[in-house]
């Protein structure tokens, strides 16, 4: 079955440190997205990836790093320098950008 | 400003009966993409609908339909034959020709009463 992939479902972080969520698509999409969602709001966009081996930031990249070093996989790192990090994070996929955009499961990250 | 405004919070509707959901858009651009999740309480956002700007008839799919006004900038989303399983929360979204980001609203929590 075709489709997006996140893990893990639950992340627990403690102050200080980086930690990485993964995101791998099997859509042969092109592009591809992380949102963070916090509790009664939208989605808001921390980085996009067009191709391969290009990303840009999105509305709120401080504190997120990202890598796409191949087609199907995005994953993003919140580091230390991400003050409130506690979130829903989606990852997406889109054909081509601009392209309806299809999302995983979503990962639920807490601060310990 | 607002992108996307969804002004409604919560909505009910009763089983079987159709229910409207409000969103408006803000843009400059002649050609623009509106999109239509449901996220249910599990967290994944799910794709319902999608509208152009230069589609001509209102985009249809299943019980899901989208009332296109384009001079009033509104996109609603009407679900026919409410189910049980429609509760969820509903986002709508933008896509500009100018840039492949999408705008996302706050969303609006529906929940069908048996």
């Known amino acids: 079955d075709g489709g997006i992939t996140q893990s893990p479902k639950y992340l627990f972080r403690k102050e200080g440190q980086n930690v990485t969520l993964s995101c791998e698509q099997n859509?042969?999409?092109?592009?591809m997205y992380w949102y963070r969602q916090d509790p009664g709001q939208g989605l808001r966009l921390i980085y996009y990836?067009?191709?391969?081996?290009?990303?840009q930031k999105g509305d709120i990249a401080e504190g997120y790093s990202v890598s796409r070093e191949k087609k199907e996989s995005f994953p993003l790192t919140v580091t230390s320098a991400q003050k409130n990090p506690t979130a829903f994070y989606l990852c997406?996929?889109?054909?081509?950008?601009?392209?309806?955009?299809?999302f995983g499961p979503g990962t639920r990250l807490l601060v310990l | 400003a607002q992108k996307i405004t969804q002004t409604q919070p919560g909505m009910f509707v009763q089983e079987k009966e159709a229910v409207t959901l409000d969103c408006t858009y803000d843009?400059?651009?002649?050609?623009?993409?509106l999109f239509w999740y449901k996220q249910p309480s599990s967290g994944e956002m799910i794709f319902l609908i999608y509208?152009?700007?230069?589609?001509?008839q209102n985009a249809t799919e299943g019980r899901y339909s989208l009332n296109f006004q384009k001079a009033r900038k509104s996109a609603n989303l009407v679900i026919s034959a409410s189910q049980l399983g429609d509760s969820a929360m509903y986002f709508c979204?933008?896509?500009?020709?100018?840039?492949?980001?999408?705008?996302f609203g706050t969303g609006t929590s529906l929940t069908v009463i048996p």
């Open positions: 990836s067009q191709i391969v081996n290009d990303f």
């Open positions: 509208q152009g700007s230069y589609d001509q």
């Open positions: 979204a933008m896509r500009e020709l100018t840039g492949n980001q999408f705008y």
């Open positions: 843009t400059s651009d002649p050609s623009y993409g």
């Open positions: 997406a996929s889109s054909i081509f950008p601009g392209e309806t955009q299809y």
């Open positions: 859509l042969n999409h092109d592009a």
